[in-house]
Structure formats: C-alpha cells, structure tokens
C-alpha cells in the first residue's frame, strides 16, 4: 500500500524541527447524507471521487501517474464512503463474533437514487448481492480484483473516464486527445483551476491552521478524502506546493493520522464507521 513519503531533496528534519501552530478547532459538523458541506455551499459540489480523480490528474497533461497502481481501488473506497455519508448503505453493527470493522458486512439503508450514475450502479450491486460482503471484498469486486468468475458482473467498468465526464460537464476539465507514438489517448485537462485550488487548499488547511489533533472534530468529509488521498496515492499532489517547514508539518500530521487504529477511531463517538473501514481495508492489503 502506500506510504507517506518526504520530498527527497529535503534533509531529515527532527521532532524539534515542527513548530507549533495556532490550532482553530473546526467548527463543521458532521453533514447529513444529502447536505452541502457548510464551507462549500458556494462552491461546486463534487462527490468524493471526482475530488480525488482531480487531485490526481496532471492540470496539463490531463490524465494521472501512469506509475500510480492504487487509485483505482481507492476511487472504489470513496464510493462506499460517498453512499454511508448520504444515508444509503451502513456497517452491520458489531457483535461478538464480528466486532472488528474488517469482519463486519456492508447492509443497505435506502436505494432511493443518488443521481450519480456509478453510486446508484454500486447501490444496485449491494442490494442484489447474497449473502453480504465486507467493505474490503466489496473494494475488490468493484475493482475487478477477484478469481471468482461470478463475481466479475460487479466489477465498474471505466471509473475514471466516467467520473472525469462528470467533472467536464461540472466545468472543470475539458477533453482532448494526445498521440503517445502507438496510441491516442483521451485527455482532460484541467480548465477550472481556481476549483482545483480551493480544493488542495482545504486540505492543505486542515493539517495546518485548522488542525485540531482529533480526527473526531474534523469535518467528516474533509477526513474522508485525507484517507483517499492517501490510499490513492496522491497526497503528495497536495502538499508539493507547500514552503519546506509547511511541507514537514502537513506530511508530518497526515501520516500520524492516516496511521491511527482504525479499530479504536472507529468507536468513538460521532465517528463515521465507513470511513475507518475503509482505511482498514487499505492498510491490510
């Protein structure tokens, strides 16, 4: 899986070398499943994975790291995190045989539709499958990760093509073709930049001067995609414009987060259980 790396031109920096930061405890509160985030309201509203396909792609060239293997599942993951924050679908709850987030199994809440073609395509997947898998299976089947042949029909198919035309039809990117020797290869670069912006921004903020030092008091969904981002492999994206002390302090707090227990963060109180599998499931594989 992935990891948390510093910028190779920087030297080592110690403990000492953090400094410490005014922290602003973030006054979100955790969205109901089909409102607007209270920071975004005037803001396009993106789901979950067209922010992390965007993150990743290269504002030019249009398309991700042909070296990037794990946006593909982690773009799976932020569809299940996108139907448990709107309501459609929750982890079984805890018993004694099934108490860890892994062994829990994904259950339907509502299949009213979404309006997003891949989560109601997903929420038809969940509905129809017995018995009930876990989040990690769940991961894999949409992904196409599995050896069963009955299993293939829940595989989705061109995610990231899919999710980078909902963000052209959003005004964020725009379509073209580029010629690679032996191919052409569709394209989307970025054309609303100022979007994209707002977007690193928010979470360059939420490890820096909205840092709260508890996942709990974070916005949900600013929590959520921090885990995505780094299961996709692209927080680096988000942080490479950063000056280098800002740099050391952001990766600094994003590894810690990303690498609490799962198991503890996912009782607490007010805690989303969907995401904490979700990075469960990505910390094992």
């Known amino acids: 899986?992935?990891?948390?790396?510093?910028?190779a031109r920087r030297t080592e920096v110690g403990k000492n070398s953090e400094k410490k930061m005014e922290s602003e405890e973030d006054t979100n509160q955790d969205r109901s499943p089909d409102s607007e985030d209270s920071g975004d309201s005037k803001d396009i509203r993106l789901t979950l994975m067209e922010?992390?396909?965007l993150l990743g792609l290269k504002d030019k060239e249009g398309y991700t790291s042909?070296?990037?293997?794990?946006?593909?599942?982690?773009?799976?993951?932020?569809?299940?995190?996108?139907?448990a924050m709107r309501g459609r679908i929750?982890?079984?709850?805890?018993?004694?045989?099934?108490?860890?987030?892994?062994?829990r199994k994904v259950l339907l809440k509502s299949d009213s539709p979404t309006g997003d073609v891949l989560l109601d395509e997903t929420l038809k997947h969940i509905k129809a499958t017995e018995p009930t898998?876990?989040?990690?299976?769940?991961?894999?089947?949409?992904?196409?990760e599995t050896w069963n042949p009955f299993k293939l029909q829940?595989?989705?198919?061109?995610?990231?093509?899919?999710?980078?035309?909902n963000l052209v039809e959003k005004g964020i990117l725009t379509t073209e073709k580029q010629n690679f020797?032996?191919?052409?290869?569709?394209?989307?670069p970025v054309t609303n930049t100022t979007e994209k912006q707002r977007l690193v921004k928010k979470l360059q903020d939420s490890v820096l001067e909205r840092w709260v030092n508890d996942p709990q008091r974070m916005d949900k969904r600013t929590l959520a995609l921090l885990v995505l981002a780094h299961s996709s492999d692209v927080l680096e994206n988000v942080f490479s414009s950063l000056t280098d002390d800002k740099y050391d302090v952001a990766m600094n707090r994003a590894k810690d987060l990303v690498e609490l227990d799962p198991e503890v963060e996912g009782t607490k109180h007010s805690a989303t259980e969907m995401i904490w599998a979700v990075l469960a499931a990505f910390n094992k594989s």
């Open 1 to 7: 899986m992935t990891t948390l790396t510093h910028r």
């Open 51 to 53: 922010e992390v396909l």
């Open 66 to 83: 042909f070296w990037n293997d794990c946006i593909s599942s982690g773009l799976r993951g932020g569809i299940l995190i996108e139907l």
């Open 90 to 103: 929750y982890l079984e709850p805890p018993t004694m045989r099934k108490k860890r987030l892994l062994d």
């Open 133 to 144: 898998e876990t989040v990690q299976t769940w991961i894999e089947l949409l992904t196409g």
């Open 154 to 165: 829940y595989q989705l198919r061109n995610v990231r093509e899919r999710i980078a035309k």
């Open 181 to 188: 020797l032996l191919f052409d290869m569709t394209t989307h």
